[in-house]
């Protein structure tokens, strides 16, 4: 059983920076895959930056060149670090833990992330 917890979300101005964390209740480093999925209101959970056992990456095309996902072994913790921020970035934003698919596994709570003016 793993426990995640997402923080780090508020409210911030379009082009701006938010870092999101999900720390682990334990060790992930070497068995866990990582994702950061959002949720805007009306629509799916999409997938939007992922993290292998192996330090791969990918990211949904909409976030490319602005967001970045990473780990801290040390820590138990992964990061999402968000930059130049759009309104369309607005969602509810979950972390997940998993050893196959993308989607199974552990969930956070969700962290709020609001883009606006």
């Known amino acids: 059983q793993v426990q995640l917890v997402e923080s780090g979300g508020g409210l911030v101005q379009p082009g701006g920076p938010l870092r999101l964390s999900c720390s682990a209740s334990?060790?992930?480093?070497?068995?866990?895959?990582m994702g950061w999925y959002r949720q805007a209101p009306g629509k799916q959970r999409e997938l939007v930056a992922a993290l292998t056992r192996g330090g791969s990456t990918n990211y949904v095309d909409s976030v490319k060149g602005r967001f970045t996902i990473s780990r801290d072994p040390a820590k138990n913790t992964v990061y999402l670090q968000m930059n130049s921020l759009k309104p369309e970035d607005t969602a509810v934003y979950y972390c997940?833990?998993?050893?196959?698919?993308?989607?199974?596994?552990?969930w956070g709570q969700g962290t709020q992330v609001t883009v606006s003016s």
């Open positions: 997940n833990a998993y050893i196959g698919f993308p989607g199974s596994g552990y």
């Open positions: 334990t060790s992930i480093g070497s068995m866990y895959n």
